[in-house]
C-alpha cells in the first residue's frame, strides 16, 4: 500500500499557497495579530480589536472595525478566523540573576539519557 503522506503534505502546501497571510505574531501572550497583502487585524486579550487597510491607510490612522461595509466584514471574519484559540504559558522570568544562571542545571528537570551517553 502506498503511503498518502506525500498527498497530504502537497494538499497542506497548497492550501497554504492559497492563503495570503504574510505574517501572524502576538505583541504578547494573548494579543495576536495577522496581516496579509492589504489588510491587518488584531485582537487584544481585553476583546478590542483593530482592522487596517494598508493599502488605502498604511499608517493606520482610520480603524474601520465597526464598518458595515461587505468587504470589510468579509475580510475582518476571515483574518479573525485565522487567529490561534490557545497559547503556550508564559515562561517564569529568571529571579535569581546571574548566580542562579550559572548554578547549573534545573534540578527539577529529569534528564532522559545519561551525561556520560552524550559524551
Same mark, same amino acid.
Given at each position: 500500500?502506498?503511503?498518502?503522506? /506525500?498527498?497530504?503534505?502537497? +494538499?497542506? &502546501?497548497?492550501?497554504?499557497?492559497?492563503?495570503?497571510? &504574510?505574517?501572524?505574531?502576538?505583541?504578547?501572550?494573548?494579543?495576536?495579530?495577522?496581516?496579509?497583502?492589504? %489588510?491587518?487585524?488584531?485582537?487584544?486579550?481585553?476583546?478590542?480589536?483593530?482592522?487596517?487597510?494598508?493599502?488605502?491607510? /498604511?499608517?493606520? %490612522?482610520?480603524? /474601520?472595525?465597526?464598518?458595515?461595509?461587505?468587504?470589510?466584514? +468579509?475580510?475582518?471574519?476571515?483574518?479573525?478566523?485565522?487567529? /490561534?484559540? +490557545?497559547?503556550?504559558?508564559?515562561?517564569?522570568?529568571? +529571579?535569581?540573576?546571574?548566580?542562579?544562571?550559572?548554578?547549573?542545571?534545573?534540578?527539577?528537570?529529569?534528564?532522559?539519557?545519561? &551525561?556520560?551517553?552524550?559524551?
Amino acid at each position: 500500500m502506498k503511503s498518502k503522506l /506525500p498527498f497530504l503534505a502537497l +494538499t497542506a &502546501l497548497t492550501a497554504l499557497a492559497a492563503t495570503p497571510l &504574510l505574517a501572524a505574531a502576538a505583541n504578547g501572550n494573548g494579543n495576536p495579530c495577522v496581516l496579509d497583502e492589504r %489588510w491587518y487585524f488584531s485582537r487584544y486579550k481585553d476583546g478590542t480589536e483593530e482592522f487596517y487597510d494598508m493599502q488605502g491607510d /498604511p499608517t493606520q %490612522w482610520t480603524n /474601520p472595525i465597526r464598518y458595515t461595509d461587505p468587504v470589510h466584514r +468579509t475580510q475582518i471574519q476571515r483574518l479573525a478566523g485565522l487567529l /490561534p484559540t +490557545t497559547y503556550a504559558t508564559d515562561v517564569t522570568p529568571n +529571579t535569581g540573576g546571574r548566580e542562579a544562571k550559572q548554578a547549573g542545571p534545573d534540578p527539577k528537570i529529569k534528564a532522559t539519557r545519561s &551525561l556520560e551517553k552524550l559524551k
